[in-house]
């Protein structure tokens, strides 16, 4: 079965980072995070010759993969899409200003294995700050989205120029390249520029917030379901939540269960 393809990537791919105004977490919750897939997709239709490979919508920043036929098609894009975000966020946030930290960060991608790589790395964005045991368990990326076979943000006739975009190619290729992209330096400078926040860290500052340690967590109901919320909506699943505060995991489920996300 074909995964990825061998030959010369063919130009016009691009490895795009958007990140909030000195790191704050504009897409802090769930409806947040569902605002800009939605303004992703809702602008396909404006640009059909911009196609979105791959995204992972985290806390503070979101990861894309595009392909278009110039820079200029990019940034055209992603400047509709953003400033359609800014205008919802500073609305719904009461605030005005700018939102994102420059207009966006892109890496132009010429080779076919680093395109592997740069997929792979996207989708395990969650897994790096531990918000999630497996890619496959993060709620706000595209491979939950090749797995099930269905988007409204990704481009499937696009991804299928370069790779086989079948559930079992795509987990194929998360394989492969998860341990590739590792040794391929993907991507150096754009790492720099982003802020992943680890979920412990996210606990201790939820829990700091609270005014309590997190072995007194577990014995405050209402406080320990605001923090679960709370890392339900920086995108960590209740598995990845219940080993971080040491609590079992149908304690967290049921928790959560009585809180649905927005």
């Known amino acids: 079965m074909p995964r990825i393809a061998r030959a010369a990537c063919p130009s016009g791919y691009f490895h795009i980072i958007v990140q909030g105004l000195d ?16 303004n992703l997709a809702k602008y396909r239709g404006v640009f059909p010759s911009v196609g979105v490979l791959a995204y992972c919508v985290m806390g503070n920043h979101c990861h894309l993969i595009i392909s278009a036929p110039s820079v200029e098609a990019v940034s055209e894009y992603m400047h509709r899409v953003n400033t359609r975000f800014a205008q919802y966020y500073n609305f719904a946030s009461a605030r005005t200003g700018y939102v994102f930290r420059d207009r966006f960060k892109s890496q132009f991608i010429s080779d076919i294995r680093y ?8 989708h395990n964005n969650p897994v790096r700050a531990g918000l ?23 481009d499937f006739k696009k991804a299928a120029e370069v790779f086989d975009p ?10 492969e390249f998860t341990e590739a992209e590792k040794t391929m330096d993907c991507p150096v400078w754009l790492e720099a520029a982003e802020d992943i926040d680890p979920l412990p860290t996210l606990a201790k500052r939820a829990c700091a917030a609270a005014n309590v340690t997190i072995e007194e967590l577990k014995h405050n109901r209402e406080i320990l379901r605001s923090v679960c919320i709370y890392l339900r909506d920086a995108g960590a699943n209740a598995s990845a939540i219940a080993r971080c505060l040491g609590i079992e995991r ?4 049921k928790l959560l269960a009585e809180s649905p996300a927005d």
């Open 23 to 38: 790191r704050e977490h504009i897409f802090a919750t769930n409806a947040l995070k569902r605002a800009y897939l939605s």
């Open 115 to 122: 395109l592997g790589a740069c997929f792979a790395y996207v």
């Open 132 to 154: 999630a045991p497996d890619a496959e368990d993060y709620a706000f990326s595209s491979l939950g989205d090749y797995l099930a076979g269905m988007s409204n943000v990704i």
């Open 166 to 175: 079948s559930p079992d190619s795509v987990r194929a290729i998360m394989a």
């Open 250 to 253: 149908h304690r967290i489920g």
